[in-house]
């Protein structure tokens, strides 16, 4: 199962959050679970354009709900 929700990154120097989908962190960034990565912060958007260091981990949120059956009554 693919994991393709946005993941906000918040630079330490200027504070501003670069939201970046997981899509494209994972094919053409390349990053993997829990390796140091390099992460441009984007200027474009309003962010410093310095480099900053970053260790991504992709933690699965799980909401139950309850079941029960409802009988149509004929």
């Known amino acids: 199962m693919k994991y393709e929700k ?3 990154i918040k630079c330490p120097m ?6 970046v989908s997981a899509g494209v962190l ?8 829990g390796a140091p990565f390099i992460f441009l912060c984007d200027t474009e958007k309003g962010g ?9 981990h992709l933690v699965p949120h799980v909401r139950t709900y309850a079941y ?7």
């Open 48 to 56: 410093c354009d310095r480099y900053f260091v970053t260790e991504i």
């Open 26 to 33: 994972r094919e053409r960034l390349h990053v993997h679970e």
């Open 6 to 8: 946005a993941i906000s």
């Open 68 to 74: 029960t059956e409802y009988v149509v009554p004929v």
């Open 14 to 19: 200027c504070k501003y959050v670069n939201i």
